[in-house]
């Protein structure tokens, strides 16, 4: 069975700075999408980034950037000049790849992130 | 129209009550999800549908009753409850048959409080 781990309950940032959240998997799979999902107070599950296992370019998006270490099965996100708005919850997610049919999201326990003005 | 709108936003029911929850999608996904998820917890899926078929249950009990009537639409029903049952309750899509069927559009979610 998949299983994503994420390590960190809580992380702080100063507005501005950087900050990396981990985060950890298990698959016997090849193939397969990773997630970084944001869930601000309003519990809105907001998608940041996504990474196909296949491809090893590590994904950016905006301010966000993923590191994948397919091999170590490690999947961290990088925030950069990190921003009040940022502040939420982060969950990791694995999803194996499947066609025709919804497939399992599944999810690590999540970091809450805060950031000081 | 990207949304996946679920209705209501809020709802309080006693243990005796039938309630459904609904969500609405017209993305043209044709697969649909139901998670649960409690406070600071992450989201536990419940049930997905495909083509509007059930294929995924996970083990849910029989007080909570998925129903999938059209591509645009689901619900779940909800019967003799517990308090343990309150919770945010997540509707996502998503398009099975096509490259973009990793990505999940979730809804805003209802906050259900069993009394």
């Known amino acids: 069975a998949q299983t994503v781990t994420q390590s960190q309950p809580e992380m702080s940032v100063q507005e501005a700075e950087t900050v990396t959240l981990s985060c950890t998997y298990d698959?016997?799979?090849?193939?397969?999408?990773l997630f970084w999902y944001k869930q601000p107070p309003s519990r809105q599950m907001i998608l940041v980034i996504r990474q196909e296992a296949y491809k090893q370019q590590n994904a950016t998006e905006n301010r966000f950037s993923v590191n994948f270490q397919k091999a170590a099965k490690s999947f961290s996100l990088k925030i950069s000049d990190s921003q009040l708005g940022d502040a939420a919850m982060y969950f990791c997610a694995y999803r194996r790849k499947i066609y025709n049919q919804g497939g399992k999201l599944i999810f690590g326990q999540g970091t809450e992130l805060s950031v000081k003005p | 129209d990207t949304e996946v709108t679920q209705t209501p936003k809020h709802l309080v029911m006693g243990m005796t009550n039938k309630k459904s929850l609904k969500c609405e999608q017209h993305m043209g996904h044709r697969a649909m999800y139901w998670y649960k998820q409690k406070a600071k917890k992450p989201p536990e899926l419940m049930f997905v549908?495909?083509?509007?078929?059930?294929?995924i249950n996970e083990s849910v009990p029989s007080r909570f009753s998925p129903e999938c009537p059209n591509s645009s639409l689901l619900n779940l029903h909800l019967h003799a409850l517990q308090p343990e049952d309150s919770a945010l309750y997540l509707c996502?899509?998503?398009?099975?048959?096509?490259?973009?069927?990793?990505?999940?559009?979730f809804g805003s979610g209802t906050q259900l409080s069993v009394l």
């Open positions: 996502a899509s998503s398009h099975p048959n096509r490259r973009a069927n990793e990505k999940l559009f």
């Open positions: 549908y495909s083509y509007e078929k059930l294929s």
């Open positions: 698959t016997s799979e090849s193939d397969y999408y």
